[in-house]
């Protein structure tokens, strides 16, 4: 699989669409700050991402979506001071799944 960790960033307006934002990125990954997720996935998976996000966002609002190579993911420092970003991919991996009503 050719799978490898981004960085993805919004900054979205308005309250709904916002929440919708974070529904969305959090079946693909793991907050890692307010609006800032970390997700491990293909290209493939991240063009499923920003098709499901553009459905959502609108003119106004800004997404980034960093691509990490895995020496720059290893020197990635959390608060604690590690580096909590597994250089090699699990075997497994649930993307997307998120409830819609």
Same mark, same amino acid.
């Given at each position: 699989?050719?799978? %490898?960790?981004? #960085? *993805? ?5 308005? $309250?709904?669409? #916002?929440?919708?934002? $974070?529904? &969305?990125?959090?079946?693909? @990954? +793991?907050?890692?700050?307010y609006s *800032?997720? =970390? &997700?491990? $996935?293909?290209?493939?998976? *991240?063009? %499923? #991402? =920003?098709? !499901?996000?553009?459905? /959502? +966002? !609108?003119?106004?609002?800004h #997404?980034m979506? &960093?691509? +990490?190579?895995?020496?720059? $993911?290893? @020197?990635?420092i !959390?608060?604690?001071?590690e580096c ?9 991996? /649930? ?7």
């Amino acid at each position: 699989m050719n799978r %490898r960790w981004y #960085l *993805i960033g919004y900054d979205v307006r308005d $309250a709904k669409r #916002l929440r919708k934002t $974070a529904n &969305v990125l959090k079946g693909y @990954g +793991l907050r890692f700050q307010y609006s *800032i997720f =970390r &997700v491990q $996935a293909t290209p493939k998976q *991240i063009e %499923r #991402l =920003r098709w !499901e996000l553009s459905q /959502i +966002l !609108e003119d106004e609002d800004h #997404l980034m979506i &960093v691509g +990490l190579c895995p020496q720059c $993911a290893e @020197g990635v420092i !959390e608060d604690s001071g590690e580096c909590q970003w597994e250089p090699e991919p699990p075997n497994f991996q /649930i993307i997307g799944g998120q409830f819609k009503e």
